[in-house]
């Protein structure tokens, strides 16, 4: 899934955008769910904390959840770009509701709730469900994808104007999706990316006025 990403980034980045792509040495092989979450923060937030230092620029957490992503804009001053937040907020751009297609069951509630977060509740018009692992969404996967595009349409029946992948393994399907249903399908992963480089072309990151300053207790 890593070198999967990093594909997709790099041919969508800009062309003076430098890229690393990282994994976490430690943790859950893939984040199902909040327990999944919490046992990749460790090694995610000592990746964001050491990011400034490393010369870059702003951070992608390139995760459908968002895993620490308040937490990790505690830690540095540079921009920490959440890919759901990215793509919901993108989506609400683009159309008066939008659908999120996600991996699994219990995720559903999940994206209901940090749609109502963002304050976007009422334009999430469906989430359908592929069914499957996060671990196998990475690849092109014939039958998978006729599901995937399935979904997308009974999502579309819903209301949806706009679809989102719900999962950064489901980043490649964008484009096809995209044609063959006719509307905007977000790859959640080039979408964090560009609102990443933006907020770096206007000098913008994340206020430190109240809810993101830096914690006492971090060197």
């Given at each position: 899934m890593t070198?999967?990403?990093?594909?997709?980034?790099l041919?969508?980045?800009r062309?003076?955008?430098?890229?690393?792509v990282?994994?976490?040495e430690?943790?859950?092989?893939a984040?199902?769910s909040?327990?999944?979450e919490?046992?990749a923060?460790?090694g995610?937030?000592?990746?964001?904390?050491?990011?400034?230092?490393?010369g870059?620029?702003?951070?992608v957490?390139?995760?459908?959840?968002?895993?620490?992503?308040?937490?990790a804009?505690?830690?540095?001053?540079i921009?920490v770009?959440g890919?759901?937040?990215a793509?919901?907020?993108?989506?609400a751009?683009?159309?008066?509701?939008f659908?999120?297609?996600?991996?699994?069951?219990r995720r559903?509630?999940?994206?209901?709730?940090?749609a109502a977060?963002?304050?976007?509740?009422d334009?999430?018009a469906?989430?359908?469900v592929l069914d499957?692992?996060?671990?196998e969404?990475?690849?092109?996967l014939s039958?998978?994808?006729?599901?995937a595009?399935?979904r997308?349409?009974?999502?579309?029946n819903?209301?949806?104007?706009v679809l989102?992948?719900?999962?950064?393994?489901?980043?490649?399907?964008?484009p096809e999706?995209?044609?063959?249903?006719g509307v905007?399908?977000i790859?959640?992963?080039?979408?964090g990316l560009?609102i990443a480089?933006l907020?770096v072309d206007?000098k913008?990151?994340?206020?430190?006025v109240?809810?993101f300053q830096?914690?006492?207790h971090v060197?």
């Open positions: 070198q999967a990403i990093a594909r997709e980034l041919a969508a980045k062309p003076y955008t430098e890229i690393e990282v994994n976490l430690q943790g859950p092989e984040i199902e909040a327990y999944d919490s046992r923060l460790p995610l937030l000592e990746l964001v904390q050491k990011a400034p230092e490393q870059f620029d702003a951070v957490i390139a995760c459908f959840s968002d895993p620490g992503l308040d937490a804009r505690e830690l540095v001053n921009p770009v890919i759901q937040e793509s919901m907020y993108l989506a751009m683009l159309g008066s509701s659908g999120i297609l996600t991996t699994l069951e559903v509630p999940v994206r209901k709730r940090y977060a963002l304050g976007l509740g334009k999430l469906a989430t359908p499957i692992p996060v671990s969404t990475v690849g092109s039958r998978m994808k006729e599901i595009l399935a997308a349409r009974e999502a579309l819903q209301g949806a104007e989102i992948l719900g999962c950064a393994g489901l980043g490649d399907w964008a999706l995209q044609e063959r249903l905007p399908v790859n959640p992963n080039t979408a560009k480089e907020l206007l913008l990151a994340h206020s430190k109240r809810t830096r914690p006492r060197v």
